[in-house]
């Protein structure tokens, strides 16, 4: 614990290094935020286009980059509900909203308080019970109750004011967090501004931006109080975020050492007892009350220990207070005396032994890496991940986590346009082009990303109506799809090829088809897949790629599965429109309506389909050994592409193929081989139900 500078000096270069390799460096920070509020902002958009009056906000280790592959950080999503009016004067008071006054008494936990209801018409406190969400307390005052708020997102588990949600396979898990805006900055912290601490961090200027940000409610008690289920916590987490932001590399990096220490010695085995957001509070009340010189790379093993004896002396002093709002204890009613003493005897043990602690730490290979750096044992001895290899990783994860959202946020508007006219797409497409004209550069490319799917949707869905009545394709439905081509590597490529296939003009779909398989030849390409599905399987050249490209590659390496919504009903090849009454009255009980909209629609990879589409249109051309090859290319492609999300899917068609080739028994194993991967829920049974009949009668 007190060794000789030099050592410490070295340890700490050493330590910084390791980190840099890992991935905790100036570059990652930097594109990694950039790409969660890139999210962030394309969530926003979105609710913005139906008018849907709320905002979401990425918080945590996630949106400030202060994680790693190996900490599997959650991702905190707060979910921000403007229909209320949160005030703390009763000159905010507005008329006609629901109005609740901000209570601190004596009975309110610092860093908490109740929500008085208002009345609508004027502004003096509500004088009847509304509902079951609200109770009278003892001096007639009319609270808003905190247990009925925080509504379970579906599929989700609540953990105090989070509803905790399990991401698919290489997807991190999302925490939602549902909050209300506060009209103004709390008063609990204005003491806050004008604070200043021997490291004159936060600035003045600092201190005021944070202090413009939107403040919150969210809908937990404190452990200590009396009236658990009343109580409101107030948040300042976008100040927060706003200070971590601000943050130097050596102190994201000892935060991140924070964490590391926290999960493998101090909550082993998926214990929580010290919460990451504890050792942020720490680390910003170290950096508050230190010179700012002191933060540097060669004294990151200094910087270090002095957090943690702070936490140490936190935690034997049962305080943590809260950064912003001081008197907020976080550790009241957290630890039992026999967790305190255990915590504190864990983290003396740790200062006393941190060398050989750090030695030991196995998240990301830390140890490993730190004892070939401090020449403990000679380069080769462990196997780890270069710094290269790394990268590569940290960038595959961001990419494809960056596609998820695409594609989530893609068919939280597919949900919506499958209900509305043509005139409620055309005002969305409206808004989407203001924010790409007009917009903030995040707003601008959140738009660069997410337009072509919808402008492809939206052409379809007018080329639709136009072949419904002349099967012709609209001028209007081309310049439409023609916008959408770039979405990614096939999907919107494939609907325009489908597009001409319906139409009859088999001559410009297969050259889009031709062009589309060029792509996949010049690419390694990664599927994005809309259901649940076994984590993608990602090759070397792809993780390469990604290491390389800036975040278009996403439009160049990633493959959406093709997706047609009912209004597309009439650009759909007749064997694919089976996909969309899949469901027979006994299936839709199995149903989950949250996670399986999707099953109403026909929903295909895009390799499959390209291939799929070259039969038919080979077939029709009498283009004999075209078309051979096009179903031999279907063939293996079912059966050797680990990473496709709709095998029943692409099986079906198949069958379907192997029907008009007149094979019905390869049909029919097509079929029965569909219906094993998904028994319920797949249009096989009726394929082999039909399959079977025309066998029969032909018998």
């Not at 979910?79 to 009763?90: A, E, G, R, S, V």
């Not at 600092?206 to 919150?216: D, G, I, L, V």
């Not at 508007?413 to 969305?428: D, E, G």
């Not at 299936?587 to 390799?607: C, E, G, K």
Request: glycine share 4%.
């Amino acid at each position: 614990m007190f060794q000789e500078p030099e050592y410490r000096e070295n340890l700490s270069l050493a330590l910084s290094e390791v980190l840099d390799d890992i991935g905790v460096n100036e570059r990652m920070v930097m594109s990694w935020r950039r790409g969660k509020m890139l999210e962030e902002t394309t969530r926003n958009i979105i609710n913005m286009l139906p008018d849907i009056n709320i905002t979401q906000y990425y918080l945590g280790s996630q949106s400030e980059a202060t994680t790693t592959i190996g900490l599997h950080s959650d991702s905190d999503l707060l979910i921000c509900f403007h229909d209320w009016n949160i005030i703390q004067d009763w000159s905010e008071w507005e008329h006609g909203k629901r109005n609740y006054l901000m209570i601190h008494d004596e009975n309110t936990t610092p860093g908490y308080c109740f929500l008085q209801l208002l009345q609508h018409e004027v502004p003096l406190p509500a004088t009847y019970i509304p509902d079951e969400k609200h109770i009278t307390d003892r001096s007639g005052r009319i609270l808003l109750k905190n247990t009925n708020f925080n509504r379970i997102i579906p599929g989700s588990v609540g953990h105090g004011p989070s509803n905790a949600v399990q991401g698919q396979p290489g997807v991190c898990d999302q925490d939602y967090v549902l909050a209300y805006p506060c009209k103004s900055w709390p008063q609990s912290a204005s003491g806050w501004l004008g604070r200043q601490g021997i490291g004159r961090w936060p600035t003045q200027d600092m201190r005021r931006y944070a202090a413009s940000t939107e403040c919150f409610v969210v809908g937990t008690g404190s452990k200590v109080s009396e009236y658990p289920e009343l109580e409101w916590r107030i948040s300042t987490s976008l100040a927060e975020r706003f200070l971590m932001f601000n943050l130097n590399i050596t102190q994201i990096r000892c935060y991140v050492l924070l964490k590391m220490i926290l999960k493998s010695f101090l909550n082993p085995q998926g214990t929580i007892n010290i919460s990451s957001f504890m050792c942020k509070t720490v680390l910003l009340h170290c950096i508050e009350n230190t010179e700012s010189s002191i933060w540097k790379e060669n004294n990151l093993f200094i910087c270090l220990t002095y957090c943690l004896l702070e936490l140490h002396s936190c935690v034997q002093n049962d305080r943590c207070s809260h950064f912003i709002i001081r008197e907020n204890n976080l550790m009241a009613g957290q630890f039992t005396a026999e967790k305190k003493h255990e915590l504190s005897k864990n983290i003396s043990d740790f200062l006393q032994n941190d060398r050989q602690m750090l030695l030991r730490n196995d998240i990301d290979d830390l140890g490993h890496r730190l004892q070939v750096k401090l020449n403990i044992v000679p380069h080769g001895a462990y196997y780890y991940q270069s710094s290269l290899a790394r990268h590569e990783s940290y960038m595959t994860y961001y990419y494809v986590n960056r596609a998820y959202c695409i594609r989530d946020i893609h068919h939280f508007v597919l949900k919506h346009l499958h209900t509305k006219n043509i005139r409620t797409m055309k005002h969305y497409i409206g808004k989407l082009i203001t924010f790409n004209v007009n917009g903030n550069r995040l707003e601008q490319a959140a738009c660069k990303f997410l337009a072509p799917f919808i402008f492809t949707t939206y052409g379809s869905i007018l080329a639709s109506f136009s072949i419904g009545e002349n099967n012709q394709v609209s001028p209007e439905a081309l310049v439409w799809l023609s916008a959408g081509l770039n979405s990614d590597i096939s999907s919107s490529r494939l609907k325009l090829a489908s597009v001409f296939y319906s139409t009859g003009d088999m001559e410009k779909a297969e050259q889009i088809l031709r062009h589309t398989e060029q792509q996949y030849d010049s690419y390694p390409v990664l599927t994005i897949g809309l259901c649940d599905s076994p984590p993608p399987r990602v090759a070397a050249e792809f993780k390469r790629v990604c290491g390389e490209q800036s975040e278009d590659c996403i439009k160049h390496i990633m493959s959406f599965c093709v997706t047609f919504i009912q209004k597309e009903i009439n650009c759909v090849p007749h064997e694919l429109q089976y996909e969309m009454f899949r469901s027979t009255q006994d299936d839709m009980i199995h149903r989950n309506q949250d996670t399986n909209y999707w099953m109403d629609w026909a929903v295909v990879d895009s390799l499959p389909f390209l291939y799929f589409l070259q039969y038919k249109i080979y077939r029709h051309l009498q283009r004999h050994q075209d078309k051979r090859q096009a179903l031999g290319k279907l063939i293996r492609t079912i059966a050797t592409d680990v990473n496709l999300k709709h095998r029943e899917t692409a099986l079906n068609i198949l069958g379907q193929c192997m029907e008009q080739e007149n094979k019905p028994q390869h049909a029919l194993n097509s079929y029965l081989i569909s219906h094993q991967l998904r028994p319920r829920n797949n249009v096989a049974i009726i394929h082999i139900c039909k399959l079977l009949s025309r066998i029969l009668a032909g018998q």
